[in-house]
């Protein structure tokens, strides 16, 4: 005899906004997205600091690193290389199965943002 199992209809579509994802996820998507930011606004920082070394450029350095849209974006960077540093750290650790259960990884991921934020704002106002 065989038995028949019901199956729940499945979804037409995928409600994104409807589903709620765990803080280490979180972080694991924060921690591709500033290494992709930092990748991408590589070319910046190289001009930036190809401006810095001149004698004739730093004036124009000065001048573009003084705009306020120039420093949100240092910030901006500021903020994705100390959480891709944090979460890399956070990642090795569970490579080296530390911290691997559910509750040691949320509370490694609260760490991770909680340390890339307060970094980042004294850091930030340090060099505003």
Same mark, same amino acid.
């Given at each position: 005899m065989s038995e028949v199992s019901v199956r729940k209809p499945r979804p037409k579509?995928?409600?994104?906004?409807?589903?709620?994802?765990p803080l280490p996820s979180i972080v694991s998507i924060l921690h591709r997205v500033s290494g992709a930011g930092l990748f991408l606004l590589l070319p910046f920082l190289l001009y930036l600091f190809? %401006?810095? +070394?001149?004698q004739d450029s730093f004036a124009t @350095?000065? !001048?573009?690193?003084g705009h306020p849209l120039a420093k949100l974006?240092? %910030?901006? +960077?500021?903020?994705?290389?100390?959480?891709? @540093?944090? !979460?890399?750290?956070?990642?090795?650790?569970?490579?080296?199965?530390?911290?691997?259960?559910?509750?040691?990884?949320?509370n490694s991921s609260r760490i991770v943002l909680i340390v890339s934020l307060a970094l980042t704002a004294v850091i930030g106002v340090a060099l505003w």
């Amino acid at each position: 005899m065989s038995e028949v199992s019901v199956r729940k209809p499945r979804p037409k579509h995928l409600a994104v906004h409807e589903i709620r994802m765990p803080l280490p996820s979180i972080v694991s998507i924060l921690h591709r997205v500033s290494g992709a930011g930092l990748f991408l606004l590589l070319p910046f920082l190289l001009y930036l600091f190809d %401006l810095s +070394l001149g004698q004739d450029s730093f004036a124009t @350095f000065s !001048a573009v690193v003084g705009h306020p849209l120039a420093k949100l974006v240092l %910030l901006g +960077l500021l903020w994705a290389y100390l959480h891709h @540093f944090c !979460a890399g750290i956070r990642f090795l650790l569970l490579d080296l199965h530390k911290g691997i259960d559910l509750q040691p990884a949320r509370n490694s991921s609260r760490i991770v943002l909680i340390v890339s934020l307060a970094l980042t704002a004294v850091i930030g106002v340090a060099l505003w």
